[in-house]
């Protein structure tokens, strides 16, 4: 793409800025901050590596204007979890920062596809939808494209086999509702129920509740020993951004933005595996679930609509 424009050069917009300089996804990166001196500092050191990388130009300040004509923005300004605090607590303290950013945001750019990683990411999808007007997948949020990398990753190590061979994802609230749609999972196009591990057992109920757990517990493990995580949703972001560049094939990856209401879900943003390309988020795909993988993805639904309904 020509132009990426990221808002927030805290720990998650300048990781997400080093992941996508590293991945030469766009021409031109700006990054803007209210903190002006924070932003042009992360400038002048990602400058520093521009002999590593494809040519780059990047700017950056605490004017919202070095956003302008940005085919994507990325929000990553905000408040973010303190140690025990859920994702959902945080919605209005960051609602209100929405609220005064997005109309400058969308006189400068327009045109952008906006990916929501600020959280909670569901609510604030929705936010962004709503104050936009845009139901079209133009708005989206990076969802559980982490999380599912995150259980990827745990069955990677139960199975020795590597992440991209195991197809499986984490759908619903990028939050403590998230559930996990083990029936469809898939390793090397074989049902997952029916692999062993690497010692020799199926992933039985208990099991599969531990790594749910696990994926759930990341970020608060994360943020209790480095008070921020930024990693991983910068390598997620990365990806989705790929995506968003892509004109031929699309991706399929679990993010957040308006789902289809014949879904029955209601009208809400939270996470399913669909299509991701440079129109932004597209068409789910077909779900495959069981009634209990369905019940709890309603209720995370539900979660999440119940914190919209509060910060409207
Ligand atoms: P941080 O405090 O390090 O950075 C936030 C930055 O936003 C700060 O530099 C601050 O000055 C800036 N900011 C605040 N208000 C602003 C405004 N109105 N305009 C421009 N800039 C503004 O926080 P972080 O660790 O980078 O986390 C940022 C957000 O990302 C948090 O909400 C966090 O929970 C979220 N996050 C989401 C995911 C995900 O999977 N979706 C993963 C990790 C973190």
Redesign the pocket.
Known sequence: MDHLAI???????TAIAFAALNGGVARRLSL????GA?AKAEVLDLRHGLQFVRPTTIEGGDD?AVCAGADVVII??????RPGET?LD?AAR?AG?FR??LPPLMAVAPDAKILV???P?DVLTQLTVDVTGRHDGTVL???TV??SSRLRHLLALRYCIAERHIHASVVGE?GDSETVLWSSATIGGSPLAEVETHDGQLLDAVARAEILDQVRNA?YEIIAGKG???W??AM?TAQILEALDQTAQAAVLPVTAPLDPGLGLGELCISLPRLVDATGAGRILPLSATDAEREALTASAGAVRDIIDNIR
């Open positions: 808002i927030g050069a805290g720990s998650v917009g803007h901050d209210l903190n924070k919202v990553t300004a905000g408040a973010k979890q994702r945080l960051n920062l005064s950013l990683v600020t959280n990411v949020g990076s969802g982490l999380d990028h970020a921020a995580t930024s991983g949703i997620a």
